[in-house]
């Protein structure tokens, strides 16, 4: 017997995980879920906890349900090597050649601002179409595609 997947949650190590998880919720449109119940504000919540506690995790989610939850928690160590996963964002899905690449220019110039920083574009070739990478405000990589 097979079983099914329910729900899936894509967890990502950092140093700030309110930080990273409010850049992610600006890149992907996502939300951040209401404050535990009994507090005003997720910096209440954080106060009420032990320091060892404070800032150990943020989450956030698809307004919508159909995409994955994020769930970011703080780790002790920095980021060394390339990502082994990292997520594709699809602004330039269905276009091709110039119109494709206006897409992924017009979404890196909107995630700049927000602390994104550009990597390299990855031209198209006899069998994909151009990539854009990119990383997070705390270097992960992620694709523009």
Request: glycine residues 8%.
């Amino acid at each position: 017997m097979t079983a099914s997947v329910r729900q899936v949650q894509v967890a990502f190590d950092c140093a700030s995980p309110e930080r990273v998880a409010r850049f992610w919720c600006e890149v992907l449109g996502y939300v951040t879920p209401p404050p535990p119940e009994g507090f005003a504000s997720w910096d209440d919540f954080n106060q009420s906890l032990p320091p060892e506690r404070r800032d150990a995790w943020f989450a956030c989610s698809d307004p919508s349900g159909v995409g994955p939850r994020l769930y970011f928690q703080r780790v002790p160590e920095g980021k060394t090597v390339k990502n082994r996963l990292h997520l594709d964002v699809r602004v330039g899905t269905g276009l091709v050649g110039e119109e494709r690449l206006a897409a992924l220019e017009a979404e890196c110039a909107r995630l700049i601002p927000l602390g994104a920083v550009r990597v390299r574009l990855l031209p198209a070739d006899e069998e994909n179409e151009s990539v854009l990478v990119m990383q997070d405000v705390e270097g992960n990589e992620f694709c523009l595609g």
